[in-house]
């Protein structure tokens, strides 16, 4: 319990015993908790992503060595050398989140990584890696499940950082130490800017593991250039809104859809059906592309739209030929991509800036957002306050 008053304030247990608490300065101003020009939070946070990546961002970057740079990890690098696999344990889009850098990990460093909801990570009675890296995800650092995976991997003897965006919360504390995501406070209970800054935390970890092992300088150099082009290219995307808008048509009348992607790109395709459903409570499947002939193309029919997220990577004429499956059942398609000429119809287009293509599962989320965010708002959603969900879950 606090008192808080102009001149000072005290606190207690709930039994009314005095507790002494040592004040910390958080650095937000007034305006961060003000929705401002903005219909809704969530509008506003996904406005201030470029600016919250460059916090995140802010100081971890040492172009002398063309790697990252991360002191609240508390690793020497001989420790950092040491790791041999990393675990990611999270909660919804902190999970996905985690995918994404569980990807990037392996990608970079070449170790094996991996992300599990932490929620089933803790009851399956684990088996806890002493050379394994075990990072907690979260961004109000409360969520229930998330502690009580930290505290199973610490009961057993594992190292558990945490990434985090609220200072001092109760995650934050029991890792002791980590990556703080300084993506400012988000209030909308949909996670925006925190599901992309968490995705760069885990980039700059993934780039000094990957530059103490076999990273070349530079790979270390094109790849921070990378990330520092992001909060522009982000800004570039918001700013094409109104064509994001009109895609929403594609999506405001039908009752299911469907969202695919490989590899990285299946990790978008599950945030974006998750932000979806969470706002319009249109009923939105996340599917890997490769898997949806093993089923789900059974459901695909005119009124239900499948959005294929397309980096133009290795896999880009696998996911054309996903599109040519997916439309030979007359499925609507919207394709999530590159800009350039797509070598298969499709119905709607939203194309995003080239970046460092380890970096595209980034950028290609940012109009996935403002999709979720404008189909709920021709349905006329509670887009801040979704029906029975809180923004901390801190039961089980
Ligand atoms: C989705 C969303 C939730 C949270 C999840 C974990 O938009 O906000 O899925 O990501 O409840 O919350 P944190 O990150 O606070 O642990």
């Known amino acids: 319990m606090a008192l808080v008053r102009a001149d000072g304030f005290e606190t207690a247990t709930l039994d009314g015993g005095p507790t002494a608490k040592t004040p910390s300065t958080i ?6 908790f003000d929705k401002g020009e903005y219909a809704h939070f969530m509008r506003k946070e996904i406005a201030e992503q470029p600016e919250a990546v460059g916090r995140t961002l802010s100081g ?19 420790e950092l050398l040491d790791i041999r696999r990393v675990k990611i344990l999270g909660c919804g889009s902190a999970y996905i989140a985690g995918c994404i850098g569980a990807h990037l990990i392996e990608q970079l460093a070449r170790l ?11 009851y399956r009675n684990p088996v806890i890696e002493r050379d ?7 961004q109000s650092g409360e969520t229930f499940d998330t502690l009580a995976a930290v505290q ?12 985090v965006n609220v200072v001092g919360s109760t995650i934050a504390r029991e890792c002791g130490r980590g990556i703080y995501l300084h993506a400012g406070p988000e209030i909308a209970v949909v996670s925006t800017k925190t599901f992309t800054c968490t995705a760069v935390a885990l980039a700059l970890l993934a780039i000094q593991l990957g530059r103490i092992r076999d ?24 700013a094409r809104e109104p064509e994001i808008a009109r895609l929403a ?41 490769a898997e ?21 990577d290795d896999l880009y004429q696998k996911n054309i030929s996903t599109i040519a499956e997916i439309r030979a059942r007359r499925g609507p398609v919207v394709a999530v991509t590159h800009a350039g000429e797509m070598p298969a119809p499709v119905d709607a287009m939203f194309d995003v800036p080239a970046s460092e293509p380890e970096f595209d599962p980034i950028l290609l989320n940012i109009p996935l957002q403002l999709l979720a965010y404008h189909v709920a708002l021709k349905k006329g959603c509670d887009i801040d306050k979704p029906r029975n969900l809180a923004k901390s879950v801190t039961v089980e």
């Open 292 to 312: 949806l002939k093993h089923g789900p193309l059974a459901l695909i029919s005119p009124e239900t739209p499948t959005v294929v997220v397309i980096p133009r």
């Open 215 to 238: 990273l070349s300088t530079a790979d270390g150099g094109r790849l921070l250039a990378g990330l520092a082009a992001l909060p522009e290219q982000i800004d570039g995307i918001v």
């Open 27 to 32: 650095n937000f101003t007034s305006e961060a």
């Open 249 to 289: 048509e594609q999506l405001v009348a039908c009752e299911h859809a469907y969202f695919v992607g490989r590899s990285a790109g299946y990790a978008v395709a599950m945030e974006g059906a998750l932000k979806l459903k969470e706002v319009s409570y249109l009923h939105a499947e996340a599917y890997s592309a």
């Open 152 to 163: 199973e991997v610490k009961r057993k003897g594992g190292r558990v950082l945490g990434i």
């Open 60 to 78: 971890r970057l040492e172009p002398r060595f063309q790697t990252t740079h991360l002191g609240g990890i508390e690793l020497a690098a001989h």
């Open 112 to 122: 094996p990584a991996h992300a599990e909801p932490a929620s089933e990570f803790r």
């Open 132 to 138: 394994t890296l075990y990072l907690a995800v979260s």
